[in-house]
Every structure is written in C-alpha cells, then in structure tokens.
C-alpha cells in the first residue's frame, strides 16, 4: 500500500511529505521534482509570496545513493517566509476559508487553522506526485494537465503530440492549450486585479497508456475514479470533480454517452491490448476500473477566499460587523491548481498500480506487470 502524509504550516520551518510503500530499486530524479515545484509556483496572477519562495526538494529519508530502498521517503520543502512564532491570530474570518468553522471546531485560534489549511501545503503534495511520476514512467504512463477554463473563458485544447503540447503549455502564462484565449484571460485577471477581486476555473487532467484493471469493482472504496474524484476533491478551492464526459452525460443519451468498442489487432502490444474506442466518454474508467484508455480528469476551482478587497464578516471577540482579515494572497491560482491536480492525481495512480503489481521492489513490480501483460494478451 502506497501512503502519504503532509507536515507543516504555511509560515513554519518546512513541509514535509512522507510517503509509505514507496518501492525500492527507482533512481530519483531530484530535478524533476524542483521542476514540477517550480512549476507550480508559477502562472498569471499568482501574489507576492512566490518572489519570495523559491522551491526545491530535499530528500531526508529512504534513498541510499539516490536510490529508493523501500522504507519510507521522506521530503522537505523549506519555507524562506517563514515566521509563523511572529505571527499575530486574526480575529476576523474570511468567508470561504476554515477559519471560522476551525476555530470553533478547535476552541482555538484561527491562525493555528489557516496555517495548515493554506494551499502552501501543496507543495508538499506536488513532491510526492512528482516522485509518484517517475514510477509511473517506468511503466510507460505519462500524466499531463492543462487549464481549460478561467471563469467564462473557454480554452479548448489544441490537437498535437505530447512534446508539442508540453511545450505549448508551459509558454502559456495560464497553462493552457490554447494561445489565443491566453489574451482575454490575461485582461480578465488584471480586471481582477484592479477589482481587488479574485477568480477560479477549470482545469483537466490526462493520464496517457495506464494499463487495464487498475482500480476494482468489487468494492466502494477501491474503484479507482471514487479514489481520484476524492484525492483531487481534497485540493484546497475545489469544489467540483468529473470523470470523463462527467455531468455532460446526464444531458445525453445512452446512445451518445457510451464509447463502443472494437478490436485493432495492430495496437495488440499497446496498453489497450488492441481493444480500441472511437470516443473516450468514460474518460478511461468503467466499473471503478481502467479500461486501457487515457484517464481523463476535471476539477473546478472556485475563486480565491481571500481578497484584497475584503468581504463582509464579524470580529470574533466583540461579535461586531467588521470586513474580513486580509491575508498576502493571489489573485488567480488557476496555473498553480493544474499542477497541485496533476500531481494529485499521478500519486493516486500510483496507489492503484502498486495495488495490483506489488510495491516491494521495481524489479518485481516490472516482472509482475509484464506477465500480467502477456496473460491479458492470450486471453
């Protein structure tokens, strides 16, 4: 069983991320992870406090020259801004953080909630995605995300290879696939910006060449599209999870919705196993179980809770009307959600695939997985 847990606040010494049931025998690629944390730092309209962090990895735990040995890996992430034991509580809770509703929970301080509740926790979760990742690839998966959304704005992806696309992303300031919608997105957030308002979007997910049968259908709580909706639904700001068409297929009939199968036997040694659909509608996923198709996954993301502009609240000590608490914030994290999902939902795949293959060892996983590839082939 591949585990995580996540340490620290947001204004604390570091975060951490020690994941469980790692295999060992995988070289880690350090750059690769500062890569995907660079990443997320990154986009349109993010706020002050990515000048200030500059993110990169430390693995403390579980490598022996840089190579995983099984036991638990554990990685750091320093804050540069950290000063939390300075830090005064806020008496004042903004709409739509846990501030309120954690103070109450914990008959404590609404800074001991923000602190954690902050998405500065996700850093920690893209390292352990991005080492997710690098297994992943070991076995031929690619995991790739864009932004397809921002507010009203549509930014339909454009048709091309995966290297084509990677780059295309990565020079649109929003991490979309699409440069012309780039420019009213671009106008939109400093609209926001001027408002003192903050905006949110959609972003989607796509897991290239998974194998058959990751997931099950023979309980609840392993099929894989209720993991991922959850894991990703766990993100700080989303409100909002589909797989594949998702609600679309409620608006459609059978007829439209269900992607017919049939047989190429020139694709036979490709994940699919020769079984080839026209549409993807499913986004990958039947019974809770990968059906050889790219997993497709979408989040919504509501707007930043915390603006500049403040909305309407009440001071916790003299119970009287006050505007909310005004925390360094972003006014568009859109760029950084994509990432966080991404990453999300890389380490959940990586769960499902160390459940069927076994997790001890690369070498054993890869024998395994090879095996069940040529037993799939002869049926």
Same mark, same amino acid.
């Given at each position: 069983m591949l585990r995580l847990l996540t340490a620290g606040e947001s204004h604390g010494k570091m975060l951490l991320a020690v994941?469980?049931?790692?295999?060992?025998?995988? &070289?880690?690629? %350090?750059?690769?992870?500062? =890569?995907?944390?660079?990443? =997320? #730092? +990154? +986009?349109?309209?993010? +706020?002050?406090?990515? &000048?200030l962090e500059t993110d990169t990895v430390e693995v403390l735990t579980g490598v022996w020259q840089e190579t995983t040995l099984g036991s638990p890996v554990t990685l750091a992430v320093a804050n540069h801004d950290s000063k939390l034991e300075r830090l005064k509580d806020v008496e004042r809770p903004r709409p739509g953080h846990g501030d309120l509703t954690g103070a109450v929970k914990y008959l404590g301080s609404i800074r001991g909630v923000l602190e954690r509740a902050s998405a500065r926790e996700t850093a920690a979760r893209v390292a352990a995605g991005a080492l997710a990742k690098q297994l992943l690839g070991e076995f031929g998966m690619s995991v790739f995300g864009y932004v397809v959304a921002l507010e009203q704005i549509t930014a339909e992806p454009r048709s091309a290879s995966l290297p084509e696309l990677i780059a295309l992303r990565d020079a649109s300031p929003m991490y979309t696939l699409n440069p012309e919608a780039d420019r009213q997105i671009v106008a939109r957030v400093d609209q926001? *910006?001027?408002?003192?308002? *903050?905006?949110?979007?959609i972003v989607e997910v796509q897991v290239f060449d998974p194998p058959f049968g990751l997931g099950?259908?023979?309980?609840?709580?392993?099929?894989?599209?209720?993991?991922? %909706?959850?894991? @990703?639904?766990? $993100? #700080? /700001?989303i409100k909002g999870v589909e797989i594949g068409m998702g609600f679309r297929a409620a608006g459609k009939p059978g007829s439209q919705v269900h992607d017919e199968i049939g047989y190429d036997s020139a694709a &036979?040694?490709?994940?699919?196993? +020769?079984?080839v659909r026209k549409t993807n509608n499913a986004g990958g996923l039947e019974a809770g179980m990968t059906n050889g198709q790219p997993i497709v996954v979408r989040a919504a993301m509501k707007p930043i809770s915390t603006l500049r502009r403040p909305l309407a609240s009440i001071n916790l000590t003299t119970k009287e009307a006050e505007s909310a608490a005004y925390e360094r914030s972003? @006014?568009? %994290?859109?760029?950084?959600?994509? @990432?966080? @999902?991404?990453? $999300?939902? /890389?380490? *959940?795949v990586a769960q499902a695939f160390i459940d069927k293959f076994g997790g001890d060892s690369l070498v054993e996983m890869r024998a395994r997985f090879e095996k069940f590839l040529e037993l799939a082939r002869a049926r």
């Amino acid at each position: 069983m591949l585990r995580l847990l996540t340490a620290g606040e947001s204004h604390g010494k570091m975060l951490l991320a020690v994941v469980d049931g790692f295999p060992a025998g995988l &070289k880690i690629d %350090a750059a690769q992870i500062n =890569r995907e944390l660079e990443r =997320r #730092q +990154g +986009g349109y309209g993010r +706020g002050g406090r990515q &000048k200030l962090e500059t993110d990169t990895v430390e693995v403390l735990t579980g490598v022996w020259q840089e190579t995983t040995l099984g036991s638990p890996v554990t990685l750091a992430v320093a804050n540069h801004d950290s000063k939390l034991e300075r830090l005064k509580d806020v008496e004042r809770p903004r709409p739509g953080h846990g501030d309120l509703t954690g103070a109450v929970k914990y008959l404590g301080s609404i800074r001991g909630v923000l602190e954690r509740a902050s998405a500065r926790e996700t850093a920690a979760r893209v390292a352990a995605g991005a080492l997710a990742k690098q297994l992943l690839g070991e076995f031929g998966m690619s995991v790739f995300g864009y932004v397809v959304a921002l507010e009203q704005i549509t930014a339909e992806p454009r048709s091309a290879s995966l290297p084509e696309l990677i780059a295309l992303r990565d020079a649109s300031p929003m991490y979309t696939l699409n440069p012309e919608a780039d420019r009213q997105i671009v106008a939109r957030v400093d609209q926001a *910006t001027s408002d003192g308002d *903050t905006l949110g979007g959609i972003v989607e997910v796509q897991v290239f060449d998974p194998p058959f049968g990751l997931g099950s259908h023979a309980q609840w709580d392993r099929k894989l599209d209720g993991l991922l %909706a959850q894991a @990703v639904m766990s $993100v #700080q /700001a989303i409100k909002g999870v589909e797989i594949g068409m998702g609600f679309r297929a409620a608006g459609k009939p059978g007829s439209q919705v269900h992607d017919e199968i049939g047989y190429d036997s020139a694709a &036979k040694e490709g994940p699919s196993l +020769g079984y080839v659909r026209k549409t993807n509608n499913a986004g990958g996923l039947e019974a809770g179980m990968t059906n050889g198709q790219p997993i497709v996954v979408r989040a919504a993301m509501k707007p930043i809770s915390t603006l500049r502009r403040p909305l309407a609240s009440i001071n916790l000590t003299t119970k009287e009307a006050e505007s909310a608490a005004y925390e360094r914030s972003d @006014v568009c %994290a859109l760029a950084a959600c994509i @990432v966080i @999902v991404e990453n $999300v939902v /890389a380490f *959940t795949v990586a769960q499902a695939f160390i459940d069927k293959f076994g997790g001890d060892s690369l070498v054993e996983m890869r024998a395994r997985f090879e095996k069940f590839l040529e037993l799939a082939r002869a049926r």
